[in-house]
């Protein structure tokens, strides 16, 4: 088993997007690899039920959790456990906070789905 600790912060959150035509949210995959480290995490500011991850080579993953995980409550550390035990994580895999240890909720959140996620995506109106 394979667990990715990340230390940070998120970021504040900007302008609230609905979330049904969220332009940032790209095609979903079905698992995301990694040579080295995650490179951070934030929150996605129209989503309670998810969380980006950062990769080192500047690419960006939206990670859709299970209903009531809350990853606002992270402070700054998360750990992605994969069930696959190499550096890759998929639907299925586990998110853990620091909040979450120390509030003491017995279980970590599942990753229900990944997207890509382009930060830079704009809605056009027409």
């Known amino acids: 088993m394979l667990a990715a600790l990340l230390g940070g912060c998120a970021t504040e ?9 969220d332009p940032r949210i790209g095609e979903k995959v079905s698992q995301v690899c990694f040579t080295r ?4 995490w934030d929150n996605v500011d129209n989503d309670r039920n998810a ?5 080192t080579n500047r690419e960006a993953y939206k990670l ?6 809350d990853p606002d409550w992270a402070m700054s550390h998360i750990a992605v456990i994969s069930r696959g035990g190499a550096s890759c994580y998929s639907a299925g895999d586990r998110i853990r906070t620091d ?3 120390s509030r003491d909720f017995g279980s970590a959140c599942s990753i229900v789905r990944i997207n ?3 930060p830079d995506a704009t809605s056009r109106v027409e």
């Open 64 to 69: 859709k959790l299970s209903v009531g995980c």
């Open 13 to 21: 959150p900007g302008e609230k997007v609905p979330l049904d035509s």
């Open 37 to 40: 480290n995650i490179h951070s």
């Open 116 to 118: 890509k996620w382009d």
């Open 99 to 101: 909040a979450a240890t």
């Open 51 to 55: 969380l980006i991850l950062k990769m």
